[in-house]
């Protein structure tokens, strides 16, 4: 049965250390991340932007990567259901009860002049990814074009002021669909970049983006190794 998604909950990042990766995230995201007390649970972490949480989560791995988004759908109350998918990738989906909980209690875990534009997922298939995003949960295709400039294909979900950005690689396909990189959404590129310079951030030098009008910056530290990106809107 279709399970229809109206926005994005969480971005989960697991990390092997979580204290570390609490300071060092900080440091980009403008914010203290707040300890999810969860009995019984890996360690976790949550951090508020305008259009997601993210989360934190301690485990057994070499190196921070983003390994699962949680949606919003009509879960039962308080209750974070799997999406079982072909692609083998963590998926779920909940009523958004304890983000909306968490972002009424926890003030000072929030940032909102900031957001996320969106992540990066690759995939080997991407008429695949359509099945599973589009047919099966219902994010809309807002975009399916081939640039072989860019990596090849490339599909764009839209769904509750987030993208979900699927390249599908013309050489070289992944042996596995993951999530990659993340670009964070600001009103004032130049204010942030220098504000995060004089915080010991290093960042590449601001540069018009692809899409006309857009200004972006690359994130160099800082990211638990993630590959990051600013951006300003065309009408920023």
């Not at 301690?58 to 692609?87: F, H, M, W």
Request: hydrophobic share 45%; net charge negative; charged share 20%.
């Amino acid at each position: 049965m279709k399970q229809l998604i109206t926005a994005f909950d969480r971005i989960v990042i697991a990390v092997p250390n979580l204290a570390e990766a609490m300071r060092e995230y900080k440091n980009l995201l403008g914010a203290n991340f707040w300890p999810v007390d969860e009995a019984n649970d890996a360690p976790r972490a949550w951090l508020g932007l305008t259009n997601v949480v993210m989360e934190l989560k301690e485990q057994a791995i070499e190196s921070p990567a983003i390994v699962a988004l949680v949606l919003v759908g009509d879960a039962p109350a308080d209750t974070t259901v799997d999406i079982k998918n072909a692609r083998q990738l963590q998926l779920s989906y909940c009523d958004g009860r304890e983000t909306a909980r968490f972002r009424a209690q926890q003030s000072a875990a929030q940032n909102p002049g900031l957001n996320v534009d969106h992540v990066v997922l690759r995939t080997a298939d991407a008429a695949a990814c359509i099945e599973l995003f589009s047919v099966g949960l219902g994010l809309r295709l807002a975009l399916d074009q081939h640039v072989p400039e860019w990596g090849g294909r490339m599909l764009f979900f839209r769904v509750g002021k987030l993208t979900l950005e699927v390249i599908e690689a013309g050489e070289d396909k992944p042996a596995s669909d993951h999530f990659w990189g993340i670009t964070y959404q600001c009103p004032d590129i130049s204010a942030m970049v220098s504000q995060l310079q004089q915080e010991g951030l290093a960042l590449s030098e601001i540069r018009q983006g692809r899409k006309p009008g857009t200004q972006v910056a690359t994130v160099k530290s800082h990211t638990l190794a993630i590959p990051t990106l600013l951006i300003q809107p065309a009408d920023g």
